[in-house]
Each structure stands twice: as structure tokens, then as C-alpha cells.
């Protein structure tokens, strides 16, 4: 396992910490004591310049091993035995000669820079240390995160991190439409208000939360480029400087791994419904086109019986048995509209034309239908001329009326309006019942999706689909909604456009003399 990473402030003076201070003041004192031990048996073949260089060898290594405090105290105490020990009079601090005194004066200023300088050096090299273990650390996260294949693996790469800081741990929060909260190990004292969670993914700005026991909980938003992808909470020492660049480049790498699944979801799941619909669609088209042949067999022969002599009996079922086909037959031709339109074969061949006569062959062609229904048509005649495809648009209102109709009690009216919405006609069918399910409004515009599915009323979920798919391809829109009086609505519009004008013949008089 790799060591974790040094801080780069310093030691707080817990009782560890205060340990650790006396180790290196102590050093300093064993270091000047051994050296003084070590020249004063060779002290008369030693001259004092040589001495005072093996003094400055001991604050140099005090310096390397302990620190610049440590090499200050052992400058000041290495100058000290040296006028104590080796300068005369000895044993004593009194200075015989004027000239010992510069040579105090040098020592302890050489002493103190030369320390200074090895202390900053050694400091230096403690930084590129840490800063080139954390660099690989880094480096490690970003390819253990560039391969996570489930939010789980990046909570564990991230915690791993966090390990090698030593005393730190964090906590990776997710909106609930986006994953599960997972929360790494020693969660304990990352426990951050709701309220501060909602505020710093609103704002897209850290912030902090410092506690009583020293320890600071850093709240990091995971702003992705589309939206905030949720909260990364580290909790550390607050002692523990220098620490915003590399929980600002922890952020980002947790950021582009958590985006980079959201994406790697969203282009698989549009992939699976892109085979579905053309598995959908070309098992529709091939149903389609094989049972159109028979049925259409069934329902001459069901209509040729019917020409002939039969006992009531048998006219009864051969009825019966031509009403289902024909049924049936248009069930088939929806199958095959649909397949048709979401294939993308389909040309509209748009003219320009009023929509009260579309209406109107579309009221004749559901005569069985309607029959004994109220139906009230309004707002037709003050429409423009619409560029549209008669034929499928026909098929638009013979589809809604037909839902009205099937999902609406015998007794409730049924309501065909227009009315000018600017750009646009709007166009509704209303009718009477339960109308649609709330949560179901968009839904019901699926393929093989219906409005009530409990009800036991034939039909196979494809009308509101066709729909759809004639009134975008017009280039409209279409909705479901339930007025506040009951019942069930379906509004669509259609653009105007530019409809041509309208070219007058003049009627020339002929005199009758002429």
C-alpha cells in the first residue's frame, strides 16, 4: 500500500505532536554534546577553525534531520560549548582575546544561515516528495475512474485516494434521479444539513463546515456541463493547509466519471429502444402484409354467403363473421400505417384545401360508429385553407372520434372545434366518461399504449399513435388533457401557412345586338 501523502503543515501539539517537537529539539542537544565529546580528547592537535567546522557539520545535519527550529537551537548551543570547551579560558564563558568574540559572532551567524538554508532545502525536497506522490496519486484516480464501470467503483477509487491523506474521508452524494447516496467508509462526522446540500448544488460554490474537534468538512459541488451531478464531502484536519487545488482536481475527476456513466446509460438505453422500434416496425409491416391476404378471403366469402339464400341461423353468423373481419381488416390497416409512418416511406401529398370536407368524409366513413351518438361540430366554417394530406388527416379524425366514441358513455356528447390560435388552427375532440389517467397524458401517445388499459373494450393501442406521427409530420402538435367540466380532450394544431390566392373570372357581356 502506498505511504500516504505528508502534510504540509505543521504538527498540531497534541501529545503526539508534542512528542515529536521534543525528538527534534533533542537531537539538536545530542548532536552538539556528541560532537563536543568526540574533539575534546583531540583538542590539542585540533586548532579552533577545524573545531568550529565540525560544529557547523553538526548544525548542517540537525538541520537536514530535524528542521530550522532544531538547527537554530544547536547553532546556539554549539557556539556556547565551543567558548565553554575549547576557547580560554576554558571551562568558563569568559573571552580572553578580543578576536574570540568575532569568531562567536561569525560562527553563530554562519551557523544560523547555513541551517536556514538546509532547513529550507530539506523542506523543499519534503514538498516535491509530496507533491510527486500526489501527482502519481492523482494519475492513479484518474485511470482507476476513466475504467469505473458503476458509480460504486468510483466511490472506491475515491476513498482509496482519500486513504493515502492520512486522516481524511469522504462521502459521494447523489440526487435521487441520478443514483443511490453511497457513502464510503468512516462516514461517521459526515453528516451535512439537507439544507446545505440543496444550497451548494443551487449555487455551483464549495463551502466549508469547521468543527469543534479540528476537523473541517469540505462540501465540493459536482458541477457537470449539463447539470450538477451532486455533492462530494471530504472531511480533514483543518491544520491541513494547501489542500483547495487538490480537492478542486478531486472534484473534477469524480464529476467527469459520474457524467461519463450518465452518458454511457443514456446512449445505451437510446440504442436499445432504437433496435426495439425497428424490431417493433418490422414485425409490424411483416404481420401485417400476412394476415391482410386472408382476412380478406374470410371477408369476401363471409359477404358472398350473405348474397345468397341462408337459413337465419347461418345469415346471423355469416353477419357476424363479415362485421369481425371488417373490424379486423381495420386493425391491419392501422398496423400498416403505423409501419409505414415510422419507417419514414411515407410522402405527404399536401394541397390546399378546407377542413370541414376532411371532416366530413371522416363523419360518413364512422356513420356505424356515431350512429345514435350526439355529435357537435363547430368553428369549421370560419377556418382557412390548410395545406394538408386529406387522406391521412381523415384518418387523424376518424381515429379520435373513434376513441371518443369507444371510451365515452352511450348518453355523453361528443364535440368536434376549431378555432384560430395564430400561427397555428386548433383543432379538439372532446368527450365524456372518465377521461385519461393524470400520469398518463404523454403515455397514451405510445405505440400499443391505451388510455383506460382495465377497460374490456377492443382495440390495440396504435390510434393516438398515427395520430401523432400525421399531425408532427404536418408539422403540429398534439396533446391530451382533461377539461375541468369531466370528460377527456385531444387538441392538435396545424400551421396555417400561406394559402394562394384565390384567382377571380370575370364574366365578359356580350351585346345582344352584336
Not at 416511406?345 to 376532411?358: F, G, I, M, S, T
Request: hydrophobic share 50%.
Amino acid at each position: 500500500m502506498r505511504p500516504p501523502i505528508p502534510m504540509s503543515s505543521t504538527t498540531a501539539l497534541t501529545p503526539s505532536g508534542f512528542l515529536t517537537v521534543l525528538r527534534r529539539y533533542g537531537l539538536a542537544v545530542a548532536a552538539c554534546g556528541l560532537t563536543a565529546a568526540l574533539v575534546l580528547p583531540f583538542q590539542p592537535a585540533l586548532d579552533l577553525p577545524n573545531t568550529v567546522m565540525l560544529f557547523l557539520l553538526a548544525v548542517v545535519l540537525v538541520a537536514v534531520l530535524a528542521g530550522r527550529g532544531a538547527a537554530m537551537l544547536a547553532s546556539v548551543l554549539g557556539v556556547a560549548l565551543f567558548d565553554f570547551l575549547f576557547v580560554p579560558p576554558r571551562f568558563s564563558l569568559e573571552v580572553s582575546h578580543a578576536r574570540h568574540l568575532v569568531t562567536f559572532a561569525v560562527m553563530l551567524v554562519v551557523s544560523l544561515v547555513v541551517g536556514q538554508l538546509t532547513a529550507g532545502l530539506r523542506a523543499q525536497a519534503t514538498e516535491a516528495a509530496r507533491r510527486e506522490l500526489l501527482a502519481r496519486a492523482l494519475y492513479d484516480l484518474a485511470s482507476e475512474l476513466a475504467g469505473a464501470m458503476t458509480l460504486a467503483q468510483v466511490s472506491e477509487a475515491v476513498e482509496r485516494f482519500l486513504r493515502i491523506r492520512g486522516d481524511a474521508r469522504g462521502r459521494l452524494v447523489l440526487p435521487a434521479d441520478q443514483g443511490p447516496t453511497l457513502p464510503f467508509s468512516g462516514e461517521a462526522g459526515l453528516a451535512v444539513p439537507d439544507d446545505v446540500l440543496e444550497q451548494v448544488m443551487a449555487s455551483g460554490a464549495p463551502t466549508q463546515l469547521l468543527r469543534p474537534d479540528g476537523y473541517c468538512c469540505e462540501v465540493l459541488p459536482l458541477s457537470g456541463t449539463t447539470r450538477n451531478r451532486g455533492v462530494l464531502l471530504v472531511l480533514h484536519r483543518t491544520d491541513d493547509t494547501g489542500t483547495a487545488p487538490l480537492l478542486a482536481a478531486l472534484a473534477a475527476l469524480v464529476v467527469t466519471a459520474v457524467e461519463r456513466l450518465h452518458f454511457v446509460e443514456v446512449a445505451q438505453a437510446a440504442q436499445l429502444e432504437a433496435v426495439s422500434e425497428r424490431l417493433r416496425s418490422t414485425l409490424l409491416s411483416a404481420l401485417s402484409h400476412d394476415v391482410r391476404t386472408p382476412l380478406t378471403a374470410v371477408y369476401g366469402l363471409a359477404d358472398s354467403m350473405l348474397t345468397g339464400p341462408l337459413p337465419d341461423e347461418a345469415r346471423i353468423s355469416a353477419l357476424a363473421i363479415r362485421d369481425q373481419a371488417f373490424r379486423l381488416n381495420g386493425m391491419v390497416g392501422n398496423l400498416l400505417d403505423m409501419a409505414r409512418l415510422r419507417s419514414g416511406r411515407v410522402e405527404l401529398r399536401r394541397e390546399w384545401q378546407p377542413v370541414e370536407e376532411v371532416v366530413g368524409a371522416s363523419l360518413k366513413l364512422l356513420d356505424s360508429v356515431l350512429a345514435g351518438r350526439s355529435l357537435q361540430v363547430g368553428g369549421l366554417g370560419a377556418l382557412p385553407l390548410l395545406e394538408i394530406d386529406a387522406v391521412l388527416m381523415e384518418r387523424v379524425f376518424c381515429n379520435l372520434l373513434e376513441n371518443a366514441a369507444k371510451y365515452s358513455p352511450a348518453e355523453a356528447p361528443i364535440s368536434l372545434s376549431a378555432h384560430d390560435a395564430g400561427e397555428a388552427v386548433e383543432f379538439r375532440v372532446t368527450s365524456g366518461g372518465k377521461g385519461f389517467p393524470p400520469d398518463r397524458l404523454e403515455q397514451v401517445f405510445g405505440l400499443f399504449e391505451r388510455g383506460q388499459p382495465e377497460v374490456p373494450i377492443a382495440g390495440m393501442g396504435l390510434g393516438l399513435a398515427i395520430c401523432r406521427t400525421i399531425v408532427e409530420a404536418h408539422g403540429g402538435r398534439i396533446r391530451a388533457f382533461n377539461p375541468e367540466q369531466g370528460g377527456g380532450c385531444v387538441a392538435f394544431t396545424l400551421p396555417k401557412g400561406s394559402p394562394p390566392p384565390f384567382e377571380v373570372e370575370f364574366a365578359v357581356e356580350v351585346p345582344a345586338d352584336a
